[in-house]
């Protein structure tokens, strides 16, 4: 947990306080003079006597019991400062801006070790190194700029770049954001943004506490407690927006698998993330207007008003809405009569609903009172107004900001006007502190994200009945690298998933020997290459002995063939599940249209482990080729319930079975009664 002097200190000292604002020490050092701290600030540099009007200590050792350090020193002199703070000065919290640690080499990683070390010993709490600070409605404890005003029903937003932290308040405080603290965690040599979710899962109060958390993350410690504390947080009224960076260079991978090539760190991301319910955002302004979007009431549907007086904005509008999965629905009847009848001639309520450029504030109150009170096809309402520069809109803006206070139904302003009526705007955000869009189609976009987001998963779901004991034996009598066929069939049997009847043979004879035992038609594969159909391993639809023999004979003769498979010819369309082993977030299911199908159109989705049913089939359905599995142009439909259920199985199979690096049914058939793995290659690797 954070240290409560961290949070909430009666005294500060600045260790590296200087005259020169232009420096990190002189610059947090003011930043925390002009905040609305009230205990007592003391400033250490042993070449001053006083420090921007506050006396000036010149080492640690002469300070008094201080609660919070901040240190803007070089970092080989941040140990012995720590040391002292922590072990004489009864010091609780810690904000190191110094940078030379472990970002930089060995020797700077030993230094940061060291210090959190000590501060673990006396149950401290450490920010940084290498960052910006941190501040809260108690004090600013950062060197940055701008310092926006803390709200109690502000953004809290924890950020692994202090710089971007920077970057991203800047973006929102311009457009009327609220912030209530600010977490640039730098290193996190010790608290990581997992940790400071955590606390605030834990320190939630229904009554105080704010509704909104923004992160910035370069990368994932802990993706097991990162989507604890998420769920938790949903499911006691918290929103939460993330970026992670850095997706597009998930390392390099030798492929030996469909389910190797499709995995990677940032798919896993983007299954954490939705599994955890956090609108995954790609940029500042995404983020940011996500988080403002979060800021209005709830949006309970897809159906949105757009209240404008002008076209264009509202056509790119409707075009961004409807292009992702939300409504404007068409108003009629006597009710939109009505309404039409308010307004000037020319206007139109159709939705968009357009006032024309000589629209009135009376007019726009009409309106939204309709959308309010009369038309329940109607969940949210964009009003778009500017100005070309003709008139003042003091009246708009002040009737929109009245709507926004009594209206139940959600009211998003786009106030595109930014130049020609800059000082209504900045009133709006700053007097009446409302957030304004400023550009429609961004809006558009993050309002789909919000309402298009899937609530959370169940941290536990319930898991398919499946074998431990025999998945147990079969792991621990194996050998690393590829399974041999038996094993992978002992291993399907025992997660109760069904699979094709095979046998393999060396010998033309065998082959011969089962083809009449099995009768016709029949499947012959190699046993050996990783990809069967790239080498010409695959024969379906064998109806003679005449073929068996034939292809037998060219089939083992395939580089890296050591055996040949036959089964029966089996029917469906076929379909595929994997499972890949990712570093820190265990393992991905992946699934989606198979054979070939996964090469070309790579329609595939992702869950982590544990996956529930409920999880598998909503994902299934967002499949492009969806409509394939429920039967298009009449063929035979797949059975989505068992499809699910097989995912489960193989979810609960790597479970029982971590040792599993890399799996691959690719191809199941699926028919409206059953799914059946036909072809499966299982990697184990262990420790």
Same mark, same amino acid.
């Given at each position: 947990?954070?240290?409560?002097?961290?949070?909430?200190?009666?005294?500060?000292?600045?260790? *590296?306080? %200087?005259?020169?604002?232009?420096?990190?020490?002189?610059?947090?050092? +003011?930043?925390?003079?002009?905040?609305?701290?009230?205990?007592?600030?003391?400033?250490?540099?042993?070449?001053?006597?006083?420090?921007? *009007?506050?006396?000036?200590?010149?080492?640690?050792?002469?300070?008094?019991?201080?609660?919070?350090?901040?240190?803007?020193?070089?970092?080989?002199?941040?140990?012995?400062?720590?040391?002292?703070?922590?072990?004489?000065?009864?010091?609780?919290?810690?904000?190191?801006?110094?940078?030379?640690?472990?970002?930089?080499?060995?020797?700077?990683?030993?230094?940061?070790?060291?210090?959190?070390?000590?501060?673990?010993?006396?149950? &401290?709490?450490?920010?940084?190194?290498?960052?910006?600070?941190?501040?809260?409605?108690?004090?600013?404890?950062?060197?940055?700029?701008?310092?926006?005003?803390?709200?109690?029903?502000?953004?809290?937003?924890?950020?692994?770049?202090?710089?971007?932290?920077?970057?991203? %308040?800047?973006?929102?405080?311009?457009? *009327?954001?609220?912030?209530?603290?600010?977490?640039?965690?730098?290193?996190?040599?010790?608290?990581?943004?997992?940790?400071?979710?955590?606390?605030?899962?834990?320190?939630?109060?229904?009554?105080?506490?704010?509704?909104?958390?923004?992160?910035?993350?370069?990368? $994932?410690?802990?993706?097991?407690?990162?989507?604890?504390?998420?769920?938790?947080?949903? @499911?006691?009224?918290?929103?939460?927006?993330?970026?992670?960076?850095?997706?597009?260079?998930?390392?390099?991978?030798?492929?030996?698998?469909?389910?190797?090539?499709?995995?990677? /760190?940032?798919?896993?991301?983007?299954?954490?993330?939705?599994?955890?319910?956090?609108?995954?955002?790609?940029? #500042?302004?995404?983020?940011?207007?996500?988080?403002?979007?979060?800021?209005?009431?709830?949006?309970?549907?897809?159906?949105?008003?757009?209240?404008?007086?002008?076209?264009?904005?509202?056509?790119?509008?409707?075009?961004?809405? =409807?292009?992702?999965?939300?409504?404007?629905?068409?108003?009629?009847?006597?009710?939109?009569?009505?309404? !039409?009848?308010?307004?000037?001639?020319?206007?139109?309520?159709?939705?968009?609903?357009?006032?024309?450029?000589?629209?009135?504030?009376?007019?726009?109150?009409?309106?939204?009172?309709?959308?309010?009170?009369?038309?329940?096809?109607?969940?949210?309402?964009?009003?778009?107004?500017?100005?070309? &520069?003709?008139?003042?809109?003091?009246?708009?803006?002040?009737?929109?900001?009245?709507?926004?206070?009594?209206?139940?139904?959600?009211?998003?302003?786009?106030?595109?006007?930014? !130049?020609?009526?800059?000082?209504?705007?900045?009133?709006?955000?700053?007097?009446?502190?409302?957030?304004?869009?400023?550009?429609?189609?961004?809006?558009?976009?993050?309002?789909?994200?919000?309402?298009?987001?899937?609530?959370?998963?169940?941290?536990?779901?319930?898991?398919?009945?499946?074998? #431990?004991?025999?998945?147990?034996?079969? $792991?621990?009598?194996?050998?690393?690298?590829?399974?041999?066929?038996?094993? $992978?069939?002992?291993?399907?049997?025992?997660?109760?998933? %069904?699979?094709?009847?095979?046998?393999?043979?060396?010998?033309?004879?065998?082959?011969?020997?089962?083809?009449?035992?099995?009768?016709?038609?029949?499947?012959?594969?190699?046993?050996?290459?990783? @990809?069967?159909?790239?080498?010409?391993?695959?024969?379906? /639809?064998?109806?003679?002995?005449?073929?068996?023999?034939?292809?037998?004979?060219?089939?083992?003769?395939? +580089?890296?063939?050591?055996?040949?498979?036959?089964?029966?010819?089996?029917?469906?369309?076929?379909?595929?599940?994997?499972? =890949?082993?990712?570093?820190?977030?265990?393992?991905?299911?992946?699934?989606?249209?198979?054979?070939?199908?996964?090469?070309?159109?790579?329609?595939?989705?992702?869950?982590?482990?544990?996956?529930?049913?409920?999880?598998?089939?909503?994902?299934?359905?967002?499949?492009?080729?969806?409509?394939?599995?429920?039967?298009?142009?009449?063929?035979?439909?797949?059975?989505?319930?068992?499809?699910?259920?097989?995912?489960?199985?193989?979810?609960?199979?790597?479970?029982?079975?971590?040792?599993?690096?890399?799996?691959?049914?690719?191809?199941?058939?699926?028919?409206?009664?059953?799914?059946?793995?036909?072809?499966?290659?299982?990697?184990?690797?262990?420790?």
């Amino acid at each position: 947990m954070i240290n409560p002097k961290l949070l909430n200190p009666k005294s500060i000292v600045v260790i *590296g306080a %200087s005259n020169d604002v232009q420096k990190p020490g002189g610059k947090v050092f +003011k930043n925390l003079l002009q905040s609305s701290f009230s205990g007592k600030v003391y400033a250490i540099n042993p070449k001053e006597t006083q420090v921007q *009007g506050v006396s000036c200590f010149a080492k640690v050792e002469d300070l008094p019991h201080v609660d919070c350090a901040i240190l803007a020193i070089a970092a080989k002199f941040c140990p012995h400062a720590v040391d002292v703070l922590a072990n004489q000065k009864n010091t609780g919290g810690f904000i190191i801006l110094s940078a030379g640690f472990s970002e930089e080499n060995e020797e700077g990683k030993h230094l940061e070790i060291q210090i959190v070390d000590i501060i673990q010993k006396v149950g &401290g709490t450490l920010i940084g190194p290498n960052c910006t600070g941190f501040l809260n409605r108690n004090y600013t404890g950062n060197f940055a700029t701008p310092i926006p005003s803390l709200q109690p029903n502000g953004v809290d937003f924890v950020s692994g770049s202090g710089a971007t932290a920077v970057f991203i %308040s800047e973006y929102g405080i311009s457009n *009327g954001l609220l912030f209530n603290s600010i977490w640039a965690v730098g290193n996190s040599a010790q608290t990581g943004i997992e940790d400071v979710l955590e606390h605030l899962d834990y320190s939630f109060d229904p009554e105080t506490s704010p509704r909104v958390v923004m992160l910035y993350m370069e990368n $994932i410690r802990n993706p097991q407690k990162l989507q604890k504390h998420a769920v938790s947080l949903y @499911h006691k009224g918290v929103r939460l927006a993330a970026i992670k960076s850095g997706g597009s260079v998930a390392g390099s991978r030798a492929a030996s698998s469909h389910t190797g090539a499709l995995a990677s /760190n940032d798919v896993a991301v983007e299954a954490l993330f939705r599994k955890a319910g956090i609108v995954r955002c790609h940029n #500042r302004e995404e983020l940011t207007t996500v988080c403002s979007i979060f800021m209005h009431p709830e949006v309970n549907g897809k159906n949105i008003a757009i209240i404008t007086h002008a076209g264009g904005p509202a056509v790119m509008l409707t075009d961004t809405l =409807s292009n992702n999965g939300l409504e404007v629905p068409h108003l009629e009847g006597k009710k939109a009569d009505e309404l !039409l009848a308010k307004l000037y001639p020319g206007s139109s309520v159709a939705n968009p609903i357009d006032f024309l450029a000589t629209g009135t504030a009376a007019q726009l109150g009409f309106i939204i009172d309709a959308c309010e009170n009369d038309f329940e096809n109607i969940d949210a309402m964009a009003v778009i107004f500017g100005s070309p &520069g003709l008139f003042p809109n003091w009246d708009v803006y002040e009737m929109l900001h009245n709507k926004m206070k009594t209206c139940k139904k959600p009211i998003f302003p786009i106030l595109p006007s930014i !130049l020609n009526v800059k000082e209504e705007i900045a009133d709006f955000i700053e007097k009446k502190h409302r957030i304004n869009f400023p550009e429609e189609c961004v809006f558009g976009n993050a309002l789909a994200k919000v309402v298009n987001n899937p609530k959370p998963q169940p941290l536990n779901p319930e898991r398919p009945k499946v074998d #431990r004991e025999a998945i147990r034996k079969v $792991i621990e009598n194996c050998e690393n690298g590829y399974l041999r066929l038996d094993e $992978i069939s002992a291993l399907l049997d025992a997660a109760g998933i %069904s699979r094709k009847q095979e046998v393999q043979v060396v010998k033309v004879e065998d082959a011969l020997a089962i083809s009449k035992k099995m009768g016709f038609p029949l499947v012959m594969k190699v046993v050996g290459p990783v @990809h069967k159909s790239d080498v010409g391993g695959v024969v379906l /639809n064998v109806k003679d002995e005449k073929t068996v023999a034939n292809e037998f004979e060219r089939l083992i003769k395939i +580089k890296d063939t050591y055996a040949v498979e036959i089964c029966p010819m089996y029917y469906g369309t076929e379909i595929f599940i994997g499972a =890949s082993k990712e570093e820190k977030f265990g393992h991905q299911i992946l699934f989606g249209l198979g054979g070939i199908f996964i090469e070309v159109l790579k329609d595939v989705k992702a869950a982590l482990a544990p996956v529930g049913k409920q999880e598998a089939l909503d994902l299934i359905k967002l499949l492009r080729g969806y409509k394939i599995l429920k039967g298009a142009r009449k063929q035979e439909p797949v059975n989505e319930e068992l499809f699910a259920d097989t995912i489960t199985r193989v979810s609960a199979l790597v479970e029982i079975a971590p040792e599993i690096a890399e799996m691959d049914l690719n191809p199941l058939l699926g028919t409206s009664k059953r799914i059946t793995a036909v072809d499966a290659r299982i990697k184990i690797e262990k420790k």
